[in-house]
């Protein structure tokens, strides 16, 4: 069983920045794919990004590429979300997961385990 834990979620005006990171407490982190998805109020839990477990290829939704960046830092079992250029179409939970795949895929019923999310809120 993996526990995933977000973090660095708040309040921002739009234009701003966040960056939100994710602790995973298992020792094989490096063996998982890791991935962001968002859940807006009334709204399905869309994917957001993902980075491999392998070569750390990365894979964005095209509403986020250019404004954010996923990382990975094994030696500290986390992964991150850096967010800029945010608009108020960005608020959202933000929950991230792990998988053991081959590739990385935006499928959230893909992903085994599941943090308990973060919230973004960008006012206008």
């Known amino acids: 069983q993996v526990q995933l834990v977000e973090s660095g979620g708040g309040l921002v005006q739009a234009g701003g920045s966040l960056r939100l990171s994710c602790t995973a407490s298992t020792r094989a982190f490096s063996g998982y794919n890791m991935g962001w998805f968002r859940q807006a109020p009334g709204k399905e839990r869309e994917f957001v990004a993902a980075?491999?477990?392998?070569?750390?290829?990365?894979l964005y939704a095209d509403s986020v590429k250019g404004r954010f960046t996923i990382s990975r830092d094994n030696a500290k079992n986390t992964v991150y979300l850096e967010m800029t250029s945010l608009i108020p179409e960005d608020t959202a939970k933000y929950y991230c997961?792990?998988?053991?795949?081959?590739?990385?895929?935006?499928?959230?019923?893909?992903?085994?385990?599941w943090g308990q999310g973060t919230q973004v809120t960008v006012s206008s």
């Open positions: 980075i491999r477990r392998t070569d750390s290829t990365t």
């Open positions: 997961a792990a998988d053991t795949g081959i590739w990385v895929v935006r499928e959230r019923e893909k992903y085994d385990y």
